[in-house]
């Protein structure tokens, strides 16, 4: 990926990372929105910290923009192959790896505070590790309409893009060399995603 060449060798190729960099993190999280198995976050995260140490304005705004945006269409595709999967009698499997994601206990919450909180609760599950796919599943189960969906995944994916670029900032701010805020960033979305796996198990350990 241009940005993360870029923070390797210290360079900033300007030019070559709008016509390569935010095409290939747009792809990159309309998959990650897909297959959930890509780190977005780390990806935004060290896309922000590159844009943080150019030169070039809006930088940081496209990088925003690209990210989002990818997000949103990401996650309405799969919202609209999910609501597929529960009309078919057959299901599919996309809505299948849905499930998969989606353990009944988390599932059970998630079906809970949607009943409960509505829109609120999508807009947060996307800055909740692993959060996303369970109450994405429970929208699906309560039959709720694409425009509906829509109308609470596009601050989900705005608030998420917004708390990805912060932290490579963060990182950007704290190091001089790119490469070095890279490497923050990435370590600190890697934390946050494995915080609240640990804390569940010292929690069922005590």
């Not at 977005?40 to 945006?69: E, K, R, Y």
């Not at 692993?130 to 601050?155: D, E, Q, T, Y």
Request: proline share 6%; charged share 15%; net charge positive.
């Amino acid at each position: 990926m241009s940005w993360l060449a870029a923070a390797a060798t210290g360079v900033t190729p300007e030019s070559t990372q709008q016509a390569i960099g935010y095409p290939t993190l747009f792809v990159l999280v309309l998959l990650g929105a897909l297959v959930p198995v890509v780190p977005t976050g780390a990806l935004v995260s060290s896309a922000a910290v590159v844009a943080f140490h150019q030169t070039a304005p809006f930088a940081l705004a496209l990088v925003f923009v690209t990210a989002s945006t990818a997000a949103f269409l990401g996650d309405m595709a799969l919202y609209w192959l999910g609501r597929r999967g529960m009309k078919s009698k057959n299901g599919s499997r996309w809505l299948e790896a849905i499930r998969s994601r989606a353990p009944e206990d988390r599932l059970g919450q998630a079906q809970e505070k949607l009943a409960g909180h509505g829109v609120a609760v999508l807009v947060l599950s996307r800055l909740v590790p692993a959060g996303r796919i369970p109450v994405m599943l429970a929208c699906l189960m309560a039959k709720w309409p694409m425009r509906r969906f829509a109308r609470g995944n596009l601050p989900a994916c705005l608030a998420w893009a917004v708390t990805y670029q912060l932290i490579g900032i963060l990182g950007g701010s704290l190091f001089k060399e790119p490469w070095e805020g890279v490497v923050a960033a990435v370590a600190l979305t890697v934390v946050l995603g494995a915080a609240p796996s640990v804390w569940k198990r010292v929690r069922s350990a005590g």
